[in-house]
Nanobody, 123 residues
């Protein structure tokens, strides 16, 4: 079994900063892509940023230059540093991990999602 748990959400004023963390734990052999998605009320879930196991990153245009994704492979953890937050960044932010599980000599590959953490940007 694998668990993915986010933390670090909260409320902040426009222009403020937050740092999200996401830890994967359990029967993990390796993790490929880790990513952050967000979903605002009444809108579809959208990709915010992704990072592969080598550290290659991709960002949505709407966060370019404001958000930074990073990961610590030894800790199976991904971070999202969010600066210059805007009201339109308000959403539930969820973590995604492409996990290769192992146990008893077998391996399989599955996608895992966290429960999400609320980010609210308001004055």
């Amino acid at each position: 079994q694998v668990q993915v748990v986010e933390s670090g959400g909260g409320s902040v004023q426009p222009g403020g900063s937050l740092r999200l963390s996401c830890v994967a734990s359990g029967s993990i052999f390796s993790i490929g892509v880790m990513a952050w998605y967000r979903q605002a009320p009444g809108k579809q879930r959208e990709l915010v940023a992704r990072i592969d196991s080598r550290g290659t990153t991709n960002y949505a245009e709407f966060v370019q230059g404001r958000f930074t994704i990073s990961r610590d492979n030894a800790k199976d953890t991904v971070y999202l540093e969010m600066n210059d937050l805007k009201p339109e960044d308000t959403a539930v932010y969820s973590c995604y991990a492409d996990v290769v599980r192992t146990g008893g000599g077998w391996y399989d590959n599955q996608d895992y999602w966290g429960q999400g953490t609320q980010v609210t940007v308001s004055s």
